[in-house]
Nanobody
Framework: VQLQASGGGLVQAGGSLRLSCAGS????????LAWFRQAPGEERELIAA????????YYSDSVKGRFTISRDNAKLTGYLQMNNLKPDDTAVYYC????????????WGQGTQVTVSS
């Protein structure tokens, strides 16, 4: 599986962005999908994840209620809708897939930069 993240950019606080994670190969629809972010000097953190079917999802406390993860397996694409963005959301965002759930990622996309100005 190859993944490509896109959709990052510069936005003012309170604004919205939608990130996309395009996959290749039919196995994309079989694996959990997750979004991580890494701010400068910080560790990469899991912020949202969704099961292969879309029936189960997870959000970290830092994004719960503001971000929504989704996927369209027919299009081999996952999404992260980010609303009410805050300067603390500034980071490089990565998508990943895990063959056994979202506890361990087996495939990673390249990062996409999100910058939120105050």
């Amino acid at each position: 599986v190859q993944l490509q993240a896109s959709g990052g950019g510069l936005v003012q606080a309170g604004g919205s962005l939608r990130l996309s994670c395009a996959g290749s190969g039919r196995d994309f629809s079989s694996y959990a999908l997750a979004w991580f972010r890494q701010a400068p000097g910080e560790e990469r953190e899991l912020i949202a994840a969704i099961s292969w079917s879309g029936s189960h999802s997870y959000y970290s406390d830092s994004v719960k209620g503001r971000f929504t993860i989704s996927r369209d397996n027919a299009k081999l694409t996952g999404y992260l809708q980010m609303n009410n963005l805050k300067p603390d959301d500034t980071a490089v965002y990565y998508c990943g897939q895990g063959t056994t759930g979202w506890g361990t990622m087996d495939f990673w996309g390249q990062g996409t930069q999100v910058t939120v100005s105050s």
